[in-house]
């Protein structure tokens, strides 16, 4: 929706990780075997595919980078890479849903989607408190070095979009 709305490039690092994973690539077989567990991608690894990511969007006007970073490392991996590059930030969103919501839509989604990763709830309940101890912690850290907006993600995506794009125009 962002993507369309503001004419960003959209990348998502789930769906770089799939992809990777689905070619065999090296970075993929590696993930491959963080994420069937429900563990995180260890940040050596992320920080080999985010530069990846990176180079390959140097041209784009804008580019909207979902799913990264998620760990304090991360974070300065993403702010090193993108001054090495000579380019700026303009804004994190983070949309904040609780646990027990991320759950059910969790489920909802694995019974629509045919992505292993979404099949077993033990998976789901993991990363949840992998996201409680690691990632609260990086955005607690990004809001120190960048422009953090947060929204409430329990409403309607609609609900969502619209406070966000409100944003977008301040």
Partial sequence: ILKKKLDLEHISTGDRCRQEKENATAIGLTMAEYEEKGNL???????LLFSQILQESINKRSIILDGYPRTTPQVNTLLELVNEKGL???????IEVPKEELLKRAMERAQTSDR???????????????FEAITKPAIAYMKQKLRVDSFNGMGSIEETKTLILETFRQ
């Fill in 41 to 47: 991608v260890p940040d050596e690894v992320m920080k």
């Fill in 88 to 94: 700026t930030i303009k804004r994190v969103l983070n």
């Fill in 116 to 130: 292993e990763d979404d099949k077993d709830p033990n998976t789901h309940i993991k990363r949840i408190e992998i």
